[in-house]
């Protein structure tokens, strides 16, 4: 992985032998037709709404009613998997709708926004989550090219030019870890730790938004690159008598 002085990534290098795993790509082209795909696009977003629960929980805020999500998930019938996308993807919207309402309640009175919002936001709240998404975008694609798998060949999300929809799949069952990292960091935010920088939002408009300034750029990335590095205690698991 490349990153700048700040720590944030730009690049990753990868191998020319990367692609050589034929039989592990061929099994995921063909989980798109065989009714996999199906099962794990409905997986991962059932897997994401659970996880946004534990934020919930933990924060003691109103949680998804799980039972009500898993029957409107397994309900969806259909074998193709563009269908199963779009009916998935409005209830993926309205439990992250009514997750991110609640815990940006939790963030200091004075950056607290109404909704949440994805590229080129205009305020710092949302672009600060924006920029630890990225960095565990960069993180989620490094490990799918470690297990040979085809990074733009996704399940929830369809297959676009320069979009890796595997990657953004994964990335929806870290999103939360991510979330809490952010509710944690912004708690000794102050307006003064934001910027405003004018970028080009079309070809002949011009915007300004807010973002933190290079010294908490660089306390936010380099901060959460340690987190992704700490070691966690897990439960050991014995096959007969190997670990």
Request: charged share 30%.
């Amino acid at each position: 992985m490349v990153l700048t002085r700040n720590h944030k990534p730009v690049a990753i290098l990868r191998s020319l032998d990367d692609d050589s795993h034929v039989k592990t790509r061929i099994a995921q082209y063909e989980a798109l037709k065989n009714g996999k795909g199906v099962l794990i696009a409905k997986t991962i977003v059932l897997s994401k709404i659970e996880s946004q629960n534990v934020i919930l929980r933990k924060y003691g805020l109103e949680q998804h009613d799980l039972m009500a999500v898993k029957v409107k998930i397994e309900n969806i019938e259909s074998a193709n998997i563009k269908d199963v996308r779009k009916r998935l993807l409005p209830i993926e919207g309205k439990a992250s709708e009514f997750y991110f309402r609640q815990i940006f309640q939790l963030l200091p009175k004075g950056l607290r926004v109404d909704k949440r919002k994805g590229w080129k936001a205009f305020d710092g709240v949302n672009n600060t989550f924006n920029l630890a998404y990225t960095i565990l975008k960069y993180r989620v694609h490094s490990a799918i090219l470690k297990a040979h798998l085809e990074p733009y060949l996704g399940f929830v999300h369809g297959e676009q030019f320069g979009k890796p929809s595997l990657v953004c799949d994964f990335m929806e069952l870290y999103r939360y870890l991510i979330d809490n990292f952010i509710i944690e960091f912004s708690q000794t935010l102050k307006s003064n730790d934001f910027m405003l920088k004018t970028e080009w939002y079309s070809t002949n408009r011009l915007g300004k938004r807010q973002v933190l300034n290079r010294e908490k750029i660089r306390e936010l990335t380099q901060s959460l690159n340690r987190f992704f590095e700490a070691k966690v205690g897990i439960p050991r698991i014995r096959h007969g008598n190997k670990q």
